[in-house]
């Protein structure tokens, strides 16, 4: 079992620049592949950004590249989201999610588990 806590969301300008945090329990989170999604008012849950347990190769959503980058720190259980170079089109619920296996997915069905979300706001 994983527990997800995220942190760090609020209220931003366009241009500026939040650093989400995902804090995890579990003891096997090193090897788990994981992710942020975002979810605004009236929309599917979109994804955002992956990451594998070695932090290599991190994947990301077109609309976001280069303006976000995950990481994570297995000692610390913790994966982040930089984002910078905000747009009010980022205003939504951001989630982090883990999938208990290697293999990357956009796919919001396919990871295990989730938490309760951190809200971004930005305002024009």
């Known amino acids: 079992q994983v527990q997800l806590v995220e942190s760090g969301g609020g209220l931003v300008q366009t241009g500026g620049s939040l650093r989400l945090s995902c804090a995890a329990s579990?003891?096997?989170?090193?090897?788990?592949?994981m992710g942020w999604f975002r979810q605004a008012p009236g929309k599917e849950r979109e994804f955002v950004a992956a990451i594998r347990w070695n932090g290599n190769s991190p994947y990301y959503a077109d609309s976001v590249k280069g303006r976000f980058a995950i990481s994570r720190d297995n000692a610390k259980r913790t994966v982040y989201l930089q984002m910078n170079s905000l747009k009010p089109e980022d205003t939504a619920v951001y989630y982090c999610?883990?999938?208990?296996?290697?293999?990357?997915?956009?796919?919001?069905?396919?990871?295990?588990?989730w938490g309760q979300g951190t809200q971004v706001t930005v305002s024009s």
């Open positions: 579990g003891r096997t989170f090193s090897t788990y592949v």
């Open positions: 999610a883990a999938k208990g296996d290697s293999y990357y997915t956009t796919v919001s069905g396919e990871y295990d588990y």
